[in-house]
């Protein structure tokens, strides 16, 4: 994957490859960018400012910069999509494809729950004994192909009252677009950095692709709440079943990618999707759980 990917994208999130120039919006310094069909976000130097509450036009504070979007740059973003991603179909018709990889997830899945009982036996008993208030498996509602809501397991690598406190902790998110990620999140336990420094807190999703939820490989699966910001490219990351493991998973970068470049690595993914785009990823999925990639 890392091959094809990296001809089609950059490392780095599309606004860093800008030249911008300054203009003045609601008594804020942003930049703006003449071209939009490079850019879409803009930005105002806000280093000495501290994260707060998400007001009006303003999303968050990240790295020392103020993101804002209105409507006017939400098309501008929208105007900057590829054309090659735009109008994709998924593999309904692909049935000999769809056969085999139905069942590699069925045999896969087995053979990882054979091979690797004692590990979830001890990841939960490990769990247990850190954070006694919950069960060691998280459950949580996720959208799936077509917009199909599932229940998606996990190993708890959290507070029980993780999701209670995310609205608290909304103003420190680091990414751009619907999903939330911060760096030295406090709900995290200290078990908890381990498993997903390993990745292990996703081995309980082999359940999900055995019950036919989810496959091995394609993109993750979004929470409910994200879907329902997607505008009409962003959907059809729900043209084919969610995954384990994506492009976006096997970047070394990941952490830094912004929303709309993760899109894009999905969307590639559903237009190169085969046995052979499969079996790389799912090697690169190896090797990012060996060297302990995982954040």
Known sequence: MQENASETMQDTPRGARLQPKELTYQNHTVASDDSPKKHASRTTKASSLKPTATHGNFETVRSGYLFKVDEIERALRESSYPEEFKNLQGIDDRKAYRALKRTFDIAFSILIFALFW?????LAIIIKIDDSKGSPIFTQERIGKNGKPFKMYKFRTMCVDAEDRLEELAPL????GPVFKIKDDPRILRSG????????DELPQFWNVLKGDISVVGPRPALPKEVATYNDYQKQRLLIKPGITCYWQTRTNRDSISFDDWVDLDLLYIKQCGVWADTKLIIQTVGVVLTAQGN
């Open 118 to 122: 004692w590990l979830y036996l001890l």
């Open 173 to 176: 998110n680091e990414k751009t």
């Open 193 to 200: 950095k381990m498993i997903r420094k390993l990745s292990l």
